[in-house]
Structures are given as structure tokens and as C-alpha cells.
């Protein structure tokens, strides 16, 4: 995979630093939460993030996961939104936690919020590890952020280009000449 990548933009060390500290944000705002806590990542991209993060956690949790999928085959541009899967689990009364991997347009999370809030949760929070603010609409609140990143087409640590390159431990561009 290293040679598929034109630079790396965050190290795994940085990661798990940032991680760290993500947790102890997190678990701040959590830690008087009687109503009890549902983690919710958005698959696949959030998988990586999620497993480091909640071990951060030292919180009482449950997981739910939803599914969807914004980009067509290769193209790296967005295509048309598919929920894959819905919510799962029941989050009625209960304090979500929605972790994404990244924030670029916007598209993704506006519909999972739509999703979760049709839900009755008693809260709704946010949590992506990369936000591309040149592109994330001004509207959209997210609430813990990991990095802010530039516009780029970026894959690692669960971000995937094709459905590769999840498992690459950094954070890195992709060499454009490999970007259908
Ligand atoms: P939107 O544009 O809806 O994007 O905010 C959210 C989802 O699109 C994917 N995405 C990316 N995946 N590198 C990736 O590997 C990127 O630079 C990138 N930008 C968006 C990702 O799945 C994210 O949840």
C-alpha cells in the first residue's frame, strides 16, 4: 500500500494521541449521563475510529450502527445517498453519540441526523476524526473533532478509496493518478 500513497498526512502516532484526548472530551459530557449512552457509527468508514475510541470511553455503552453509502464504485465524487442499513437497536430516550470518519460535504451526516432524530434519542451528538472545513456547510453542528484537514482525497484508518486501503494505520493522500 505505501507505494499507492503520495505523502501521509497524519500518523498513527498523532492519531492515537488525538484519540486520547477525543475520549477524555467525550467522557467529560458523558460522565453525569443517567439515561444511558448509544455509540453509533456510520459504516464502514467509522470502524477503526470507533474501536480505538470507545476503549478511550470508560463509560457504560451500547453500540448501534447504521450504514450508509455516498460514493459510486471508484468515482471519489459523491454519488447518490443509499441507507444500507437503518438504525440499529433502539435509541428512543437515550443519548447518542453518532462517530463518523470524516465531514467533507456534509451529505452523509444530514441524513443520519435526519435518521436519528426521527428515532427520539434523548440527545443527538457528534463526533468525525477529520473535517474538510473548506466544504463542511456552516449549518451542520458537529461537536468533537478530531483534525481539520484540507480538501484532498484521503484514505486510512478506515477511510477507503474502492474499498482498499482501510487497513493502511496512517492517514494519507492517495496518489492522484491512482483516483479514477
Ligand atoms: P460527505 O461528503 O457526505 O462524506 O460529508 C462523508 C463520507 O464520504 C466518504 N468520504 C471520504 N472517504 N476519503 C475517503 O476515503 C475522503 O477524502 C472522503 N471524503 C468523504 C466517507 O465515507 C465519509 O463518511
Redesign the pocket.
Known amino acids: 500500500m505505501d507505494r499507492d500513497v503520495s505523502r501521509v498526512l497524519i500518523t498513527r502516532e498523532q492519531i492515537a494521541q488525538r484519540v486520547r484526548t477525543l475520549g477524555a472530551e467525550i467522557s467529560t459530557v458523558y460522565a453525569d449521563s443517567s439515561r444511558g449512552l448509544t455509540i453509533l457509527p ?1 459504516l464502514s ?2 470502524i477503526i475510529f470507533l474501536a480505538d475510541l470507545i476503549r478511550e470511553l470508560p463509560l457504560k455503552m451500547k453500540i448501534a450502527v447504521v450504514h450508509l453509502s ?2 459510486r464504485g471508484t468515482a ?1 465524487d ?1 454519488g447518490e445517498m443509499r441507507v444500507i442499513h437503518g438504525v440499529s437497536g433502539d435509541i428512543r430516550d437515550r443519548d447518542v453519540l453518532i462517530v ?10 444530514r441524513r443520519v441526523h435526519g435518521l436519528v432524530r426521527g428515532a427520539g434519542p434523548a440527545s443527538m451528538r457528534t463526533a468525525v476524526l477529520l473535517r ?1 472545513p473548506s ?2 456547510p456552516a449549518d451542520l453542528a458537529v461537536d468533537f473533532v478530531g483534525f481539520d484537514v484540507e480538501d ?4 486510512g484508518y478506515g ?3 474502492d474499498d482498499h486501503y482501510r487497513n493502511y494505520p496512517d492517514i494519507a493522500v492517495l496518489r492522484p493518478e491512482l483516483l479514477k
Not at 470524516?102 to 451529505?107: E, F, K, P, Q, V
Not at 484532498?152 to 484514505?155: A, L, T
Open positions: 456510520v468508514g467509522a455516498s460514493y471519489t459523491p463518523d470518519d470524516i465531514l467533507d460535504t456534509g451529505n452523509t451526516l474538510k466544504k463542511a484532498q482525497f484521503v484514505v477511510l477507503d478509496y
